[in-house]
């Protein structure tokens, strides 16, 4: 395996002062399913957008397929094309992915702007939507659907591109327990057609079915632990000190 992602003392803060990553090195390689975990507001989403490009740390450098990827580097037209074409991203919240007039419109997008020729885009589309169960949705409204519906057009709207990493920040995060079972088995069934998983979580129920690996943030911003998901899962110690677990719950690695 290759390394996709190559994170070396990587620090974020926003404009106010506030550290959002101190010091991140990391590396996650090509065919890994890598999930990110730490506690709400420990610089998970921070991380996932430095590696999609969407920020550029305040230091430290990110390597992205063999290049450095920086705002410099993403400035080059023809650069950041075949950049997004390679990692998709899913946010959180769906309604901050989707502003198209209609389903159709909305996985059509990514394929679009790639400026793929007119019967590719179709064939996407039409894939897309029949993999993802969005036929009947196709002419629907995004914002008129529920959330289970709008997480799937967010991650169709992805897919679309067939990008080589998904990068998913909570993807189970307030799905009903059908929708949630659904999508990691989806995210599997990907894996195993050769994608690189990159997923942020707090949740522990799902995390052997996410990830084999495990990379885990402290409330203070900073990589505290890496390693497989059963070692991060049996040390209890450390899920306390990230603030994963309360004092008086049962060990995960029973419980999961």
């Known amino acids: 395996m290759s390394a996709i992602f190559s994170l070396r003392?990587?620090?974020?803060?926003?404009?106010?002062?506030?550290?959002?990553?101190?010091?991140?090195?990391?590396?996650?390689?090509?065919?890994?399913?890598?999930?990110?975990?730490?506690?709400?507001g420990s610089g998970k989403s921070?991380?996932?957008?430095?590696?999609?490009?969407?920020?550029s740390p305040t230091s430290g450098e990110i390597?992205?397929?063999?290049?450095?990827?920086?705002?410099?580097?993403?400035?080059?037209?023809?650069?950041?094309?075949?950049?997004?074409?390679?990692?998709?991203?899913?946010?959180q919240n769906s309604d901050a992915q989707l502003f198209s007039p209609s389903v159709r419109?909305?996985?059509?997008?990514?394929?679009?702007?790639?400026?793929?020729?007119?019967?590719?885009?179709?064939?996407?589309?039409?894939?897309?939507?029949?993999l993802l169960g969005l036929d009947d949705l196709a002419e629907r409204a995004p914002y008129n659907l529920s959330g289970g519906e709008k997480k799937k057009v967010a991650l169709a709207s992805v897919l679309s591109m067939n990008p080589d990493v998904l990068i998913l920040d909570e993807p189970t995060s307030g799905l009903d327990p059908r929708t949630q079972h659904w999508l990691?088995?989806?995210?599997?069934?990907?894996?195993?057609?050769?994608?690189?998983?990159?997923?942020?979580t707090h949740r522990l129920e799902t995390l052997r079915e996410l990830a084999e690996r495990a990379v885990v943030l402290s409330e203070d911003h900073r990589v505290v632990a890496v390693g497989p998901v059963d070692s991060i899962l049996a040390n209890r110690?450390?899920?306390?000190?990230?603030?994963?677990?309360?004092?008086?719950s049962a060990s995960p690695s029973l419980k999961v």
Do not use: C, W
């Open 9 to 40: 003392d990587v620090s974020y803060q926003y404009k106010a002062g506030s550290p959002a990553l101190t010091d991140v090195t990391l590396s996650v390689e090509e065919g890994e399913r890598v999930a990110l975990l730490g506690a709400n």
């Open 46 to 55: 921070t991380l996932l957008m430095a590696m999609a490009g969407l920020v």
């Open 63 to 91: 390597t992205a397929f063999g290049e450095a990827l920086s705002a410099e580097y993403l400035a080059d037209e023809r650069r950041a094309q075949a950049f997004r074409r390679r990692v998709g991203i899913v946010f």
């Open 105 to 130: 419109e909305e996985v059509a997008f990514g394929p679009l702007h790639l400026e793929l020729p007119k019967e590719e885009v179709v064939r996407r589309v039409t894939d897309t939507l029949g």
């Open 184 to 200: 990691v088995e989806l995210l599997g069934q990907l894996h195993m057609a050769g994608k690189t998983l990159v997923v942020a």
């Open 237 to 248: 110690e450390l899920l306390l000190d990230v603030n994963l677990i309360h004092p008086r």
